[in-house]
Structure formats: structure tokens, C-alpha cells
């Protein structure tokens, strides 16, 4: 009982991240209406830049804030200078565009920094924390405090300032938040730099433990896309939702599944993605999505 | 001029067929291998375009598709010494049974996960390969010590020779079936469902069975593709599968022009050089990620600037200029400016 | 009081290669309420659409003496012209107050400090919205949702309202009192209104002036009283169905 116990936390402790990303997903999705499948490439890159920002001598949570700003810049140009070129050409250019997008992010980091793994530094320590027979390490009760934080004001931000409304009014329906004399393409870029800010928190709070790579983040967003997908994209509550279960699933199958350990044990969180998405389209949070015409 | 521009383009198209039976006995065996490797890739990268281009739906899996068919024609011949063809015929059957689950369970999903669905597919299928090693060879892989594509004695061709003119034949009878059936009623009825599924399914058609179709017979052909490749190679590796290529087999069909026939050759000819070029000019470890680099700007370039692709945009500049397409000098005036504002539907009031 | 306010001459509206408007001569003094008339098709709509600039035009077209041609459709009604879309355009996952507050943040610096009152005085004039703020806006009944955006568009403090088609999908009560309300709004928000209608009585009975459009054309215009007699508009809609 303890050992599932254990597995389930660990499991929320990873699924947590896919949450991170999977809110990034549902940010960019609800204001631009594609799925961006470059979003881990992007949140790598966040890593590598603080891990140069470290190596330069600046202080841990400096330099992620550092980061954080950078790639929200990074996000906001993405979205300025090649989503908006694609505006109105449906959803499989965009795609495709995102598609490049992470090829190309992950073509640049491995030409600059090369495939060689990299540790990188935690500022939570190495110690080992035991309450009731449940092991975390120092690493995962930070990470998850600060994951949680940061969803907190994300949802802060969304829910209770006008920046927030703004952006829910524009992702809603921008021919009215038009007339209501918001510019589109502003709240676009924005929408874009949060989930860009947001990737580059779940990048660096997972970077310790998965050791940075440039295909470090390949896995966790097709499991963030799942989780999204079974979530619902169109809520962000549900996309996090989605994260933990995935992340859940995908470890619980890893342990206990027989024949689906290590990396194979993604079909399992697929899998469940599909039967919840047969029952409930829009994912378990999600509201069907009205087109706009 | 315009009769001229029409003549022309079937008889490139034979040029070409000459050319490419002349060619292997102007070339040597060893650059011979690459180009045939080169038309096995044309034929996946032509099942993408009956996909993307015509029926308008993604897959970043195509390369695992790929890979499946070159698997399960290597191991009928590898451990029991099946025949190539029938081997062939292995490989596309069990990429139609799989494009047909794969379909299925994407329409049960809804259509906007198929993009999900194929890239998670593309990321497990190495995976399964060195998990099930018994079957595959594990991380290894299976190779034989020659191509089973022997060429009959009474030709006097030689090995590499054969493997090009079969894998040139099967090309251009995949190029030739599907032209005729993008330019048909079925073709109508992808470019319906293509633009508007909507519009489409209130004309009769069948949007689900259309998808389901078009994604099936893709899966078919690019398994095909991938059967020749591994089989006129000689070796199935996990290595040559990973996810990488099946996004270069789709920026590659976006590039060449995921609606032209000669796209599908133009994209395979810069999957197969242009890794070797970035080896020429970077070489090293770093070769690889420069082609991808490379493959991720032309890919973005396209979709910005060159929507139609290399094939698509450069045969209209050609039609422009030799007056055959209107919007040239003397041609009607040009219309207002579209302007795109915030928040502008087209409606008609 | 009878300055122009808005000034349209010569105004063309395409959608792609179709041309909707032809040379339209549209004028608006402030103070004033507008009726629009004409069928369905007429072009109602696009001009609508014209004025803020959310479709583009060939012609002249100025708000206050300013030409407002090159303008964007936010920067348009951050300048004062409010736009209540045909349907509403409600966000329907917001709540009546955030829809409200979010009309209100497209307002000047100096407008912003009275944001507060204004959003009391739209719960004075629409009451019902005043118990429903905390509703999603989706929840709401037609009705409702349009007095929501009036109200919404009221917040920006607009000094041009265009309004289309308010009485779409309402029941007769509900829009009888909608227009007295729309009537008032013109004194107590001290703004102009251009209300395109397909039912011309209720227009035509706050209106000071009517404008009627035919196939993309000014077909009549002049004080709404020369109107009222109803021969001219019929001969105007040309059996194009007036709705009961």
C-alpha cells in the first residue's frame, strides 16, 4: 500500500511538469487556436539559457527569472513574426509551422550545446525528506512547491486582472474583444510569452532530474499533449488536471504494467488518453469548441 | 505559349522516365544505391502528399510507417527466405492493417488529434523495435549479407542496376495511379473534404470514410516505399527510424510541394543529399543537426513565402512569365488589397 | 448639438471581388438617432462594419473631422465608436460584470478614474444585469445578453453607438422596451445612435433621421417622420419581407 501510495506520489511529483507544459499548450491553444508542438524545444531552450546564466556565475532564481523574461520575449517574437504570418491559413500550416519549429530549436541546441547530457544544479539540495513511510526528495517537494506557485498565479493573473480578461476576451472571441478596441495581435504576443514563461518553469524544475539535453523535453510534451488532450485544452484548470493523471498513469504503468517499463510505458497514459477522449471529446474539463467563423 | 507549356509537361515527365532507365548503367553501383534509396523515399514522401496536400490531414509518423513496412518485408526474407516481392507486398499489407487502426482510432478521437496520435507513434515505434528483440534484432537490427532483389540471370544486369529499375517501376506506377485518382471524382471529393469537410459532407460525400481512405492508402504506399528501401539496402536498424524523419519526410513533402507529382522527387532528392551535402560542408557529429536545420528553415521559408512549395510556386512563376497564367503583364487589373484586420470574418451581407 | 459627427462619403465595401456597398453618402450629427433600414442583404451590416473599421473601404470617412480611413477596428473604437455586433457577440464564458468591465478598458486614462459610476449607471439603466453579475454571460436569455452588450459597449463611453439589429431573436415586449431604453440612452450617455433595423415602426419611433439601403445603395434618406406613413419603405424593400 505504501509502495502504491509512494508511485502515486512520484507520479504527481513528474506529472506535475507535464502540467506545467500542458498549461503552456492550453494558453497558446485557447488564444491562437493551434496546437504548438514546439513547446518543450522551447522550454529546453529556457533551460540551457539559465544553465548559461549559471555557469556565468548568476545566482539560481536570478537567472531563471532572468530566463522566464527572455523567453517570454522569445514566445512573443515567435508568435509576432511566424504564427502571424500564418493567420487564417488553417490549422495544418500551423501545425506544420510548429512542427519546423521544433526541429529547428532542436537542430540549434544540439549544434550549440551539442547531445552531451549536462546535470544540472537544483537549488533545492540533494536531501531526502520521510513523513509515514513516503520518501520525497528535496528536489521534488521544491519543485512541486514552486510548479504550484507558479500555477497559482497563473491563474491569479488569468481570473482577476484586466491583463487576464483581456486575454480570455481576445482567445474567446476577438471580433468582439475587437470592437471593444483590443488589439488582437497584442494579446496574441502576450498569450504566446506566458505559455513561453510558463514552459521555461517546468523546463527548469525538471532539467535536475532528467538531465539536460536537447531532446530533453521530446517525451514530456507528447505526454503533455495527452495530458492536455484528455484534460481539454480549451480549460486550463483541466490541462494541469490532465498533467497529474498522466503523469500518474505513466508511472503506475511503468511499475506495474509487465512489459511496459522504462520509456515504453507511454503507451499507457495514449491509451488512457483515447478512452477518456471516445467518452468526452472535449476532455474531461473541456467545452466543446465553438468554430469561429 | 500555352499549348507549348502543356505539351511540355508530360513530356518532362517522359524525359525523365528515359533518363532514369538509362541511368544506371551511366552510373556507378555505389552512387546508384542512393539514388534508388532516393525513389523508395519519393514513394513516402508521394503517400504523404496524397495525405497533406490532397485531403488536408498531418501525420509526423510517416517515418515510423516507413520503418514498418521495411521491417516486415526484411523479416519474411531474413529468417524465411521469402521472395522480395512477396515480401513487398508483406510490408504494404501490414501498413494498410495498421494506417486502418491507426485512421480508426484517430476519427474516433476527432480529426485534430491525428497530429498527436502519428507523432506518438513516431516516438514509440523504435522503441517497440528494440523491446521486441526476438522478432527485430533488438537495437542491432536485421541485415543481410546482399539484396534479395536478384536480378534474373538472362538480364545481365547487375544487382544495384535491378534494384534501381524495379524501384524506378514502382515509382512511377505509384506517380501514375495516384494522378489518376487525384484527378478523378475521388480527387474531387479530397480536395471537397480538403477546404471545407462541411461543405463537403452537405455535397454527399462521406467526409470519415474519405479521411479514413486517403490516411489507409497513404500508410500503404509510404509501407511499400519503406519495404523497397529496406530491402534494396539490405538492413533494417531502429536508428534509422526515430522521429526526426518523420518530420523531414513531411517538410520534405511540404517543400516540394505537397500538391505536385514532381514534389514527391524534389523532397526525396533533399531528404537523401542533403544530409550528404552537410556532411561535405560542416562534417563531423554536427552534420546531422545542420541538415535539420536546414530542413526547418526551408520548411518555414515554404510555408511563409511558398505555400505551393518549391514544384508549386516555381511552375506558376514559369506559367506567369510565359503568359499562360492570368496576373501577367497584359492580363486583367488587379484586384483591391485584401486587408486582414483584427477580428475580420468573411461574411457576405 | 447638430455638428457632424460622422461623415462617410462615397463609401465601397467589398468582400473579396464582390462589391456591397457602392458609393454610399452616410452622415451622423451628434445628439442624433439614425435609423438604417432595408431587407436582409442590403448592406446594413457592412456599413455598420465599415464605420469601425473592421472592413475595409475605398472612400471618405471621417469621425469628428478626423479621417478615420487608415484606422485599425480597436484603434477606431478606442476612438469612440461602439459596435454592438448583429448577434450580440457576447463572451460567453465571462461573467455580466467582466464582460462589463472588460467594455470599460478600452477607455482613456482620463475616462478610466469614472469607470466605477459609469458601471453603476449601466446597472441603472439595464436593472436585470445589476442581479445577474455574476453570471456567465452564456446563461443568459436574449434579451439579457442584449441589453448586456449595449451596456458593454456603453462602458467605453462611446460618442458614436452603432447597434445591428438589436431586435434580432426578441420577443415584441422585450423589444418595445429595448428601444425606449435605447431612446433614453441617447440623452443619459449623451451619444449618438445609428441603429440598423430591420423592423422600421420601432426605429423609425425614436429616430430624429432614416437612412434606406437597397442592394448596397442609399435608396432614401431624410428626417423619420417623412417615413412613418410606411409607402416609401415598402417601395424600398422591394418585397424584400419586412419581419412582423
Known amino acids: 500500500m505504501t509502495e502504491l501510495l509512494q508511485q502515486l506520489l512520484d507520479g504527481l511529483s513528474s506529472g506535475l511538469v507535464y502540467g506545467m507544459l500542458a498549461l503552456a499548450l492550453s494558453v497558446v491553444f485557447q488564444g491562437t487556436g493551434m496546437l504548438n508542438f514546439a513547446q518543450g524545444e522551447m522550454a529546453t531552450l529556457s533551460a540551457y539559457a539559465t544553465l548559461v546564466l549559471l555557469l556565468a556565475g548568476v545566482p539560481f532564481w536570478v537567472a531563471l527569472g532572468l530566463a522566464v523574461l527572455v523567453s517570454a520575449a522569445g514566445g512573443a517574437l515567435i508568435e509576432r513574426v511566424l504564427v502571424r504570418r500564418l493567420e487564417g491559413a488553417g490549422e495544418l500550416p500551423l501545425l506544420t509551422m510548429s512542427v519546423a519549429l521544433l526541429l529547428g530549436l532542436n537542430a540549434v541546441m544540439s549544434i550549440v550545446w551539442t547531445t552531451d547530457p549536462r546535470t544540472f544544479p537544483s537549488p533545492f539540495g540533494d536531501g531526502l525528506m520521510e513523513a509515514a513511510g513516503l520518501r520525497m526528495t528535496a528536489q521534488q517537494v521544491g519543485s512541486l512547491i514552486t510548479l504550484v506557485a507558479v500555477m497559482a498565479a497563473t491563474a491569479l493573473l488569468f481570473n482577476r486582472t484586466s491583463v487576464g480578461l483581456r486575454l480570455r476576451a481576445v482567445a474567446q472571441n476577438p471580433a468582439s474583444a475587437t470592437l471593444l478596441g483590443q488589439h488582437q495581435g497584442r494579446w496574441l504576443m502576450a498569450g504566446w510569452a506566458i505559455a513561453a514563461a510558463v514552459g521555461a518553469f517546468g523546463a527548469v524544475v525538471a532539467a535536475p532530474v532528467l538531465t539536460l539535453t536537447p531532446g530533453m523535453m521530446t517525451f514530456p510534451l507528447l505526454l503533455a499533449l495527452a495530458a492536455g488532450t484528455l484534460g481539454g485544452l480549451s480549460s486550463r484548470v483541466g490541462a494541469v488536471v490532465g498533467g497529474v493523471l498522466i503523469g500518474?498513469?505513466?508511472?503506475?504503468?511503468?511499475?506495474?504494467?509487465?512489459?511496459?517499463?522504462?520509456?515504453?510505458?507511454?503507451?499507457?497514459?495514449f491509451a488512457l488518453t483515447a478512452v477518456v477522449v471516445a467518452l468526452r471529446p472535449a476532455g474531461l474539463l473541456g467545452r466543446t469548441r465553438t468554430v469561429r467563423v | 505559349m500555352n499549348v507549348l507549356i502543356r505539351r511540355a509537361v508530360p513530356l518532362g515527365w517522359a524525359a525523365a522516365l528515359v533518363a532514369g532507365v538509362v541511368t544506371p548503367f551511366v552510373i556507378?553501383?555505389?552512387?546508384?544505391?542512393?539514388?534508388?534509396?532516393?525513389?523508395?523515399?519519393?514513394?513516402?514522401?508521394?503517400?504523404?502528399?496524397?495525405?497533406?496536400?490532397?485531403?488536408?490531414?498531418?501525420?509526423?509518423?510517416?517515418?515510423?510507417?516507413?520503418?514498418?513496412?521495411?521491417?516486415a518485408a526484411i523479416i519474411p526474407v531474413a529468417t524465411y527466405g521469402w521472395p522480395w516481392w512477396s515480401a513487398v507486398l508483406v510490408g504494404g499489407a501490414a501498413c494498410l492493417v495498421f494506417g486502418l487502426v491507426l485512421g480508426i482510432v484517430a476519427l474516433r478521437m476527432g480529426g485534430a488529434n491525428l497530429g498527436l496520435l502519428t507523432i506518438a507513434v513516431a516516438a514509440v515505434f523504435p522503441l517497440l523495435l528494440i523491446h521486441l528483440k526476438p522478432l527485430t534484432g533488438g537495437t542491432f537490427g536485421i541485415f543481410m549479407a546482399r539484396s534479395p532483389i536478384e536480378p534474373p540471370a538472362w538480364t545481365g544486369l547487375?544487382?544495384?542496376?535491378?534494384?534501381?529499375?524495379?524501384?524506378?517501376?514502382?515509382?512511377?506506377?505509384?506517380?501514375?495511379?495516384?494522378?489518376?485518382?487525384?484527378?478523378?471524382?475521388l480527387g474531387r471529393a479530397l480536395a471537397a473534404v480538403r477546404t471545407s469537410g462541411?461543405?463537403?459532407?452537405?455535397?454527399?460525400?462521406?467526409?470519415?470514410?474519405?479521411?479514413?481512405?486517403?490516411?489507409?492508402?497513404?500508410?500503404?504506399?509510404?509501407?511499400i516505399g519503406g519495404a523497397f528501401s529496406a530491402l534494396v539496402t539490405a538492413i533494417a536498424v531502429p536508428d534509422s527510424y526515430l522521429v526526426p524523419l518523420s518530420i523531414t519526410l513531411l517538410a520534405a513533402s511540404v517543400v516540394g510541394g505537397s500538391r505536385t507529382r514532381a514534389g514527391a522527387l524534389v523532397g526525396a532528392a533533399i531528404v537523401i543529399y542533403l544530409p550528404k551535402l552537410a556532411d561535405s560542408v560542416v562534417g563531423g557529429e554536427s552534420a546531422g543537426n545542420w541538415s535539420q536545420l536546414a530542413y526547418a528553415g526551408a520548411l518555414i521559408l515554404t510555408l511563409t513565402l511558398a505555400p505551393a512549395g518549391l514544384v508549386g510556386d516555381l511552375s506558376r512563376l514559369a506559367r506567369r512569365v510565359t503568359g499562360a497564367l492570368p496576373g501577367a503583364r497584359d492580363a486583367a487589373p488587379e484586384r483591391g488589397p485584401r486587408a486582414r484586420r483584427d477580428g475580420e470574418a468573411a461574411l457576405s451581407k | 448639438m447638430s455638428e457632424a459627427l460622422l461623415e462617410a462619403r462615397r463609401l465601397v465595401a467589398r468582400y473579396g471581388s464582390v462589391e456591397v456597398l457602392h458609393e454610399i453618402d452616410l452622415g451622423v450629427a451628434a445628439g442624433e438617432i439614425v435609423a438604417l433600414l432595408g431587407a436582409n442583404g442590403a448592406g446594413k451590416t457592412t456599413l455598420l462594419r465599415a464605420i469601425s473599421r473592421v472592413v475595409s473601404t475605398r472612400g471618405e470617412m471621417e469621425l469628428a473631422g478626423v479621417s478615420i480611413v487608415g484606422w485599425s477596428g480597436a484603434r477606431t473604437a478606442r476612438a469612440g465608436v461602439g459596435h454592438v455586433p448583429e448577434g450580440r457577440g457576447t463572451f460567453l464564458d465571462l461573467t455580466v460584470a467582466e464582460n462589463l468591465r472588460l467594455g470599460g478598458l478600452a477607455r482613456t486614462r482620463e475616462q478610466r478614474s469614472s469607470a466605477r459610476t459609469d458601471l453603476d449607471q449601466v446597472y441603472a439603466t439595464f436593472p436585470v444585469l445589476a442581479d445577474m453579475r455574476r453570471r456567465a454571460a452564456g446563461l443568459l436569455s436574449g434579451g439579457q445578453q442584449q441589453m448586456l452588450a449595449i451596456g458593454r459597449a456603453l462602458m467605453a463611453r462611446p460618442r458614436l453607438l452603432l447597434i445591428d439589429e438589436p431586435s434580432l431573436g426578441l420577443a415584441p415586449m422585450v423589444t418595445r422596451q429595448l428601444f425606449d431604453t435605447l431612446a433614453r440612452i441617447r440623452d443619459e450617455w449623451a451619444t449618438s445612435l445609428l441603429i440598423a433595423?430591420?423592423?422600421?415602426?420601432?426605429?423609425?419611433?425614436?429616430a430624429d433621421r432614416a437612412v434606406i439601403l437597397t442592394g448596397g445603395r442609399v435608396a432614401a434618406a431624410g428626417p423619420a417622420a417623412s417615413f412613418r406613413d410606411g409607402d416609401v419603405i415598402k417601395r424600398a424593400y422591394l418585397g424584400g419581407g419586412t419581419r412582423k
Open chain 2, 28 to 71: 556507378s553501383d555505389y552512387d546508384l544505391l542512393d539514388l534508388t534509396r532516393m525513389l523508395a523515399v519519393a514513394m513516402a514522401i508521394a503517400a504523404l502528399n496524397l495525405l497533406v496536400g490532397h485531403s488536408g490531414q498531418i501525420s509526423v509518423g510517416h517515418g515510423a510507417i516507413f520503418g514498418l513496412g521495411g521491417y
Open chain 3, 197 to 206: 433595423e430591420q423592423n422600421a415602426r420601432l426605429s423609425l419611433h425614436i
Open chain 2, 158 to 185: 547487375t544487382e544495384a542496376q535491378f534494384g534501381f529499375l524495379v524501384c524506378l517501376a514502382a515509382l512511377a506506377l505509384t506517380l501514375l495511379g495516384l494522378s489518376n485518382l487525384v484527378s478523378g471524382r
Open chain 1, 248 to 269: 500518474v498513469a505513466n508511472n503506475l504503468a511503468g511499475r506495474y504494467v509487465p512489459g511496459l517499463d522504462g520509456d515504453l510505458a507511454i503507451v499507457a497514459p
Open chain 2, 198 to 223: 462541411l461543405l463537403a459532407a452537405a455535397n454527399g460525400v462521406d467526409v470519415n470514410r474519405m479521411k479514413l481512405m486517403a490516411f489507409t492508402l497513404s500508410a500503404t504506399i509510404a509501407g
